[in-house]
């Protein structure tokens, strides 16, 4: 089974300042990893799919980057919109299932 | 717009059962993979079940498998998840979400629907 290590779990920046997660698979996986972003109450929204694309409406402060077993989300200016909880996602498969890291919490100053 | 829809959640007994739907519209739904991705109270997500465009193939979690059941109507735009056995630890928020086409990523989610499992 392959897992997902999100660190750090929590991270407290202000306004402007450049946010990097990290994702860490525990072996090898293909790039496909995915980024989402989930606020308060809210269903998560998709950020970065295929390691590095960013999805419909993202704005370009977002980038994704990474191979092999170590991937990257990066915030280059923080908002304050930007406070909520980021899950990195790895699709396996055989057999076929997705699977999430546990999730860094972003906590804006 | 995509929209995902889901309902069927709610209070039920350790043991008991609930068919949760999932209903689309929006997009070409017969073509997109599905799938069901849960949060309990205050965790993380999980990956729970996944369908094919013409639910030919489906998937499940360990934690789930043999207790839990996708299906898809495709004419009727909606994707299932009958789920049965009910443990305390099934608790949480039920969302559906879509595959985004040629990407492993999802890229449209429901709301969710809660399912509460208690005496």
């Known amino acids: 089974e392959i897992v997902l290590t999100q660190s750090p779990a929590t991270l407290s920046l202000s306004p402007g300042e450049r946010a990097t997660l990290s994702c860490r698979a525990s072996q090898s996986i293909s790039n496909f990893v995915a980024w989402y972003q989930q606020k308060p109450g809210q269903a998560p929204r998709l950020l970065i799919y295929?390691?590095?694309d960013r999805a419909t409406g993202i704005p370009a402060r977002f980038s994704g980057s990474g191979s092999g077993t170590d991937f990257t989300l990066t915030i280059s200016s923080l908002e304050p919109e930007d406070s909520a909880v980021y899950y990195c996602q790895q699709r396996i498969n055989r057999p076929l299932s997705i699977s999430f890291g546990q999730g860094t919490r972003l906590e804006i100053k | 717009e995509v929209q995902l829809l889901e309902s069927g959640g709610g209070l039920v007994q350790p043991g008991g059962s609930l068919r949760l739907s999932c209903a689309a519209s929006?997009?070409?739904?017969?073509?997109?993979?599905m799938f069901w991705v849960r949060q309990a109270p205050g965790k993380g997500l999980e990956y729970v079940s996944g369908i094919s465009s013409n639910g030919g193939t489906t998937y499940y979690a360990n934690s789930v498998k043999g207790r839990f059941a996708i299906s898809r109507d495709n004419s009727r735009n909606t994707v299932f998840l009958q789920v049965g056995s009910l443990r305390t630890d099934d608790m949480g928020v039920y969302y559906c979400?879509?595959?985004?086409?040629?990407?492993?990523?999802?890229?449209?989610w429901g709301h969710g629907t809660l399912v509460t499992v208690s005496s």
């Open positions: 929006g997009f070409s739904f017969g073509s997109y993979f």
């Open positions: 295929d390691t590095s």
């Open positions: 979400a879509r595959q985004k086409a040629g990407s492993y990523s999802l890229d449209y």
